[in-house]
């Protein structure tokens, strides 16, 4: 019985082998998938957005004041996750304005264009010293090569300029 057993993986030889180097490719192929896959999914970046203001006061919500600057801590961004920070802008001028958003001054400079900056303010007319509840939404990119960026350049932190401001209507 032990001897045909023998003959046996003998003659099998080259199939057990197969399934074993399959086996062990299997098993290599996974923890590499995972590994890859745990590494962006902790992949987290702290980040401060200061907000400069033109026509307009900004106040309230999630602005914070330190030194007489006024910025949003957009805490921790992952990729492939959004935030939402909210606040009140208010209208300095006399006239009814409708209110512009850019986003400007990135560092590390790389970033610009694979985290995005948007909000919920529809353009309607603000009249003289009305106030309105807005909410910003910074979103990053899952992108392989804006992940890459963020790991090969050890990028432990981001900053951007935002600019708020009127146009007359």
Known sequence: MAHSFLQSIRHFKKTILLIVVVAVASILLTTFVAVLLSRTQNLTIPSVGTIYVVGVEIYGGDMKTTDGQQYIDWGTIRPGVSINRSFYIRSNSTVDIKLNLSDMNW???????????????????????????????????????????????????????????????
């Not at 560092?107 to 919920?120: C, K, V």
């Not at 090569?145 to 981001?158: G, H, K, P, R, T």
């Open 107 to 169: 560092n590390p400079h790389g970033l610009s264009g694979n985290i995005t900056l948007s909000w919920d303010y529809n353009g309607t007319t603000i009249s003289s010293d009305e106030a309105i509840y807005v909410t910003l939404t910074l979103s990053a990119s899952t992108d392989d090569a804006f992940v890459s960026y963020l790991m090969s350049n050890d990028i432990q932190e981001f900053s951007f300029d935002i600019h708020i401001g009127s146009t007359r209507v």
